[in-house]
């Protein structure tokens, strides 16, 4: 089935911005007026901490999370124009101020529909400046929980080590439970996705501290893994409250950052990353493969288990609406997107699986990208 | 080729995993429960001094509401509604927006023919009276199959009209500026026509009522589907609004068709006139036939009412004696045990007539065993049949046609059979558990709030010797007659004589055990007080098991991606129905007119809108008509008629109608706590960001 070639992928790049809702209106209408014609957008939530007064009579404060209503908007272009569009929404909805939100690019190979590049008077209206206000060196932790509640202590634990402000959105996991026959409605299907853009240099540090906190190394706990960050501008607000001093030490963080033009001054674990590699079973796994396809509602299904015929193990599904902003009367913005994680070696023969899948079924409209790892952790038997 | 790749757990670990989900099921649902349980026993022991009577059966009707509401909710969860979903994204997609609104109308439409709770009406509608409340008997006894017709076309209105507005993506507020509005209007215009007054009630009822258990998972998730498939640029809310809709139609026809009605109908009259020979054609056109006006006589009327059915005397004791035999009872008495006539309806010589003396009438309702669980369950697995086999046809029928499958049609299969053994378990596990129990607190409710003897027995004393009657005298000088009598429990109490109960003839005395009211001899503050606290735990109780709330608020925490969570809507909608039963209660206690109490929330309700956001106004007026379900409608209603018993008003229409209108309001002000809080951290950090 998959002894089909695989296309010639094209490069391209993802750029993903997770706003504010009171902002998701304004993103929309800025990536209207830029003529991008396919938008993706799922709703999730971010979390920060909130410094809230403890409860009468007790004194002083206590710490509790709070979820900010988020969209995510994920948009695909050609890598020439990615920095120019990145400027434009930075621009459009006011980026560059803390807490409005995050966005990242991250250069991936798409396969499918033609990539539809900024027309010419889009571009002539933003502009090009350069990549000025973005930074380099940022690494995307991905982890997918499943909803037992150890979700809040991931959450949590990123906040404790001021890794970043995660963005949660949620999804079905399908996979291994898909082959437990009926028994699998004993496993919930629901999965909490966490987002994390984090410094490049201390990637895997947080990765292994996160690992080694929120017990993901135990069985069913999880699966964490990173993708490369090309470049990005990403929220530095963490903590929500009364300023105690003249700036938060994560406007000092971004201040200084801007100054050293990246993140590389960051670096901190060096001695938590030897600490926790002398545990066994903490090894990450590298030649690993991101495929992300994107489909019509309902074609998921077909897709994962063409894959998983193809030798993928597990997926992790959302649903997201796709804005059009050509073609206002078509019913038909339901879209479903699905995230694998598969060996290197197994990733071209799943590719050409799905691409398969959807030459045989038109109607599926797959869009595929895929991307490396740089490393991925999961539970070992 | 799916076999292939299929992993073979062993039966030991399948078991575990199978124990572990179960239990975890029967614990959400335990809780869910385990308040309203609590809370009645509570009442009933600590409030009203009583000890729960038949514990075995309560028991197991409990573990079967329990066991019921784990299995139905996962059947609605897993089976239902992604059914539902899928339908909603397919339709559109495939057969465009008209197919998808004639849908929608067909849907609705056999969800009110499915729904139970509609035979709920009847119930409540039991003691309306022909002569007060002619047009509202009319509607319910004589064509309630019209009845059921105007409901059904509101319904379907509504989900074809809900179908619309996701597709195009539209707000819901301009739907309910001009159906509140309107709505209110017409109520106002009936409530100056003595005839469709009494209509009122039952109108708001009948709104509440139509969006049962099964209706809104369903059609929230066809919603839902349909709203993604349209793929409108940010609409949290999307998927509610429709069961607003479906809940403020069918008032709009229930009304509309006691105008239709209206005219060939009599206007009330008090019980003499109505069954004076001058009024019997009119009471004829009205009953429809000579034996049905004997029956409501029997069944509502007093003495003098039901020797006027009867051309003479003899004809008349005739069939009051006719009474003792089964067949013939059933035609004068339909449902009605003997006994509970005998005590609440005949008189002095008509008890006579069937040589009843007062000694042989079992007194207490509260003692009544019921039906044997097995007949309940039979009739209740029917009703769940009839509910939810419909439906499921109509949706995979709709699949069939797209060609088109579910995600897993194994496991809808399965939920779609565990929803039909869970509503069939939950329903008769509450006609068994939670009505019994809610029938023994709400039937002595009254005692708190009015001077009234508990009943709780009679000792009949034979031979009794009158010589044995003492003479004390009062300190104002009076006289009372009085004998000693054993107590059960050892000791020796002074009781007093009772000329009246003295049988001279069989030298035989029957004593009347009672029991003091609960709060002196008045209607007391601390009573009334009790009652609506009372009323409001039921409310808050009944709401927080209602499965229809947990699938809404599982469906708002996923849409929102949990940044709005569904403890908080499910508190909230809670706390709005129990504020909701109370002023039910208020009305039912000083008989305030329906009209006052349904206008002032719904006025408010209009601009506190008006300031909400999209979303959360869709889901709070959603929640209005969620909260009425299959557990707190039998128990608000057992109270409503313990009440409504006490104060003798002729219906408890109203209850429900508050129960859905007062939900509104807490999660709409639920809302704006949330979101402000949200706009305030959302300040805060563009405050934040300014002074960077």
Not at chain 2, 281 to 310: N, T, V
Request: with cysteine.
């Amino acid at each position: 089935m998959s002894d089909s070639p695989l296309p010639q992928a094209r490069p391209a790049t993802r750029i993903t911005c997770c706003v504010h809702q009171r902002l998701a209106s304004r993103a929309a209408e800025a990536l209207e007026a830029f003529g991008i014609p396919d938008v993706l957008v799922q709703s999730a939530r971010c979390v920060r901490q909130q410094a809230v007064p403890r409860p009468w009579p007790l004194p002083g404060m206590a710490t509790s999370l709070n979820d900010s209503p988020t969209d995510i908007f994920r948009i695909t272009c050609h890598r020439d124009v990615a920095i120019t569009v990145m400027n434009g929404l930075i621009d459009a909805i006011e980026l560059s101020a803390s807490g409005r939100g995050s966005i990242y690019a991250q250069n991936i190979d798409d396969y499918g529909t033609s990539l539809t590049g900024l027309s010419s008077t889009a571009l002539g209206s933003l502009g090009s400046k350069g990549k000025s206000g973005l930074l380099t060196d940022f690494a995307l932790i991905t982890a997918i929980l499943s909803g037992a509640g150890n979700e809040n202590a991931f959450v949590r634990e990123t906040l404790e080590l001021r890794a970043g402000a995660p963005i949660v959105s949620l999804g079905i996991g399908t996979g291994i439970r898909d082959r437990l026959g009926l028994l699998r409605i004993t496993i919930p299907p629901e999965k909490e996705i966490v987002h994390l853009v984090v410094p490049a240099h201390d990637a895997d540090g947080i990765l292994r501290l996160l690992v080694e906190t929120t017990h993901m190394d135990r069985p069913g706990g999880g699966f964490l893994y990173r993708t490369p960050v090309c470049f990005g501008r990403i929220d530095p607000m963490l903590r929500i409250g009364k300023p105690q001093h003249a700036a938060s030490i994560e406007q000092i963080i971004a201040a200084v950052d801007d100054l050293k033009d990246g993140t590389a001054w960051r670096q901190r674990f060096r001695a938590a990353d030897r600490q926790i590699a002398r545990h066994e079973g903490m090894r990450l796994q590298h030649h690993y493969r991101e495929i992300t396809f994107i489909c019509a509602e309902g074609g998921a299904d077909l897709l994962v288990q063409r894959a998983m015929q193809a030798g993928a193990g597990a997926a992790t599904v959302s649903t997201v609406r796709r804005l059009r902003a050509d073609a206002r009367t078509e019913i038909d913005g339901a879209r479903e997107i699905g995230t694998l994680i598969v060996p290197t070696r197994n990733a071209d023969d799943i590719a050409s699986a799905l691409l398969t899948t959807h030459v045989q079924k038109p109607e599926i409209d797959l869009r595929l990208q895929t991307l490396d790892t740089q490393a991925v952790f999961s539970h070992q038997r | 080729m799916k076999d292939a790749t299929r992993i073979h757990i062993p039966l030991r670990n399948a078991a575990v995993m199978i124990g572990r989900y179960v239990r975890s099921r029967l614990a959400e649902q335990a809780r869910a429960v385990a308040f309203i349980i609590l809370y009645l026993w509570g009442f009933q022991i600590l409030v009203l001094g009583d000890t729960p009577t038949q514990a075995l059966r309560l028991t197991a009707g409990l573990a079967m509401v329990v066991v019921g509401l784990a299995l139905f909710l996962e059947g609605i969860l897993l089976g239902l509604m992604p059914l539902g979903e899928r339908v909603g994204v397919q339709l559109p997609r495939r057969r465009g927006l008209m197919v998808t609104m004639a849908f929608g109308l067909l849907l609705g439409f056999s969800s009110t023919l499915a729904e139970p709770a509609i035979a709920a009406l009847r119930v409540i509608g039991d003691s309306v009276t022909a002569w007060d409340a002619p047009l509202l008997y009319m509607v319910l006894q004589r064509r309630p199959d019209l009845l059921v017709l105007a409901i059904g076309i509101g319904v379907a209105l509504a989900v074809a009209v809900g179908m619309f507005r996701f597709s195009r993506g539209l707000s819901i507020k301009p739907f309910i500026y001009t159906a509140i509005p309107a709505l209110l209007a017409l109520s106002t215009y009936c409530a100056m026509d003595p005839r469709l007054e009494a209509l009122l009630g039952l109108a708001w009822d009948a709104g509440a009522i139509t969006t049962g258990a099964v209706t809104v998972p369903l059609v929230l998730a066809l919603g839902i589907g349909v709203s993604r498939a349209a793929g409108r640029h940010h609409e949290a809310g999307s998927g509610f609004g429709v069961i607003m809709l479906a809940s403020a139609y069918p008032v709009a026809g229930v009304l509309l068709l006691g105008m239709l009605l209206a005219p060939g109908v009599s206007k009330p009259v008090d019980e003499a006139s109505f069954f004076s020979p001058g009024n019997r054609p009119a009471a004829l056109a009205l009953m429809g036939s000579e034996a049905a006006l004997r029956q409501h006589a029997f069944r509502h009327a007093g003495a003098p009412s039901r020797r006027s059915c009867y051309p003479d005397e003899g004809a008349y004791l005739k069939a009051v004696t006719s009474l003792a035999t089964s067949t013939n009872r059933r035609h004068l008495l339909a449902s009605m045990p003997l006994p509970e006539w005998i005590n609440q309806y005949a008189s002095r010589e008509e008890r006579e007539l069937l040589h009843s003396p007062l000694n042989n009438a079992p007194v207490a309702l509260e003692n009544d065993a019921g039906d044997p669980i097995s007949t309940i369950f039979r009739s209740q697995c029917i009703g769940a049949l009839r509910t939810i086999v419909p439906l499921t046809l109509l949706l995979l029928g709709v699949l069939v046609l797209l060609r088109d499958r579910p995600r897993h049609h194994d496991e809808v299969i399965l939920g779609i059979g565990m929803s039909l053994i869970g509503m069939a378990v939950l329903t008769s596990g509450i006609q068994i558990g939670l009505v019994t129990l809610g029938n023994q607190v709400g039937r002595p409710l009254p005692r708190l709030f009015r001077s009234i003897d508990k009943v709780e027995g009679q000792i009949l004393i034979e031979p009794f010797h009158p010589e044995s009657v003492y003479t004390r005298h009062t300190a104002e000088g009076r006289c009372e007659q009085f004998f000693f009598l054993d107590t059960p429990r050892g000791g020796t109490e002074a009781v007093a004589f009772d000329p009246a109960q003295y049988d001279a003839v069989n030298h035989r005395y029957e004593h009347v055990v009672k029991r003091p009211p609960l709060f002196g001899p008045r209607l007391t503050l601390a009573g009334i007080g009790l009652v609506f606290l009372f009323a409001f735990g039921l409310g808050y109780g009944a709401t927080l098991a209602e499965p229809a709330l947990a699938a809404l608020g599982r469906s708002v925490e996923t849409i929102s991606a949990g940044t709005i969570r569904s403890r908080g809507v499910i508190h909230a909608v809670a706390a709005g129905v129990g504020t909701g039963v109370v002023v039910g209660v208020i009305r039912i206690l000083y008989d305030i007119p329906i009209l006052w109490l349904l206008v002032p929330p719904y006025l408010l309700l209009l601009p506190l809108t008006w300031i909400s956001e999209e979303d959360f106004a869709a889901i709070a007026w959603d929640s209005g008509g969620v909260t009425t379900g299959p557990v707190t409608v039998p128990l608000v209603l057992a109270m409503g008629f313990g009440i409504g018993s006490a104060v003798d008003v002729s219906d408890g229409f109203g209850l429900l109608a508050m129960a859905s209108a007062y939900p509104v309001l807490s999660v709409l002000l639920y809302g704006m706590v949330i979101r402000s809080r949200q706009r305030r951290v959302f300040r805060a950090i563009s405050q934040e960001a300014a002074g960077e």
